[in-house]
Nanobody, 120 residues
Framework: QVQLVESGGGLVQPGGSLRLSCAASGSIFSINAMGWYRQAPGKRRELVAAITSGGSTNYADSVKGRFTISRDNAKNTVYLQVNSLKPEDTAVYYC??????????????WGQGTQVTVSS
């Protein structure tokens, strides 16, 4: 019903930057918030950044000042600009959408994940 397509992950050196993109499609009725989570090997999935439909943002303490989340409501797309990357940022990054599909209730939807590897 709702699909999230992610792009922009890859291999980058410490201190480098990437821009992750997540485009939502399908029978979307409304979007309350979109965000990014990440999961490193041996760790639980954690919230990295989120943005509401009204533009309010929230960041994990570990990425404040380095990562920036933004959105394009016309395209149902959310971006995560990741700067000053550190090896500990290495993880699978997952896009999340909180919203409603047509005929649905408010729910969370997830992308397949995109790998970000920070290594020299």
């Amino acid at each position: 019903q709702v699909q999230l397509v992610e792009s922009g992950g890859g291999l980058v050196q410490p201190g480098g930057s990437l821009r992750l993109s997540c485009a939502a499609s399908g029978s979307i009725f409304s979007i309350n918030a979109m965000g990014w989570y990440r999961q490193a090997p041996g760790k639980r999935r954690e919230l990295v950044a989120a943005i509401t439909s009204g533009g309010s943002t929230n960041y994990a303490d570990s990425v404040k000042g380095r990562f920036t989340i933004s959105r394009d409501n016309a395209k149902n797309t959310v971006y995560l600009q990741v700067n000053s990357l550190k090896p500990e940022d290495t993880a699978v990054y997952y896009c999340n959408l909180q919203g409603r599909a047509v005929w649905g209730i408010q729910s969370d939807y997830w992308g397949q994940g995109t790998q970000v590897t920070v290594s020299s």
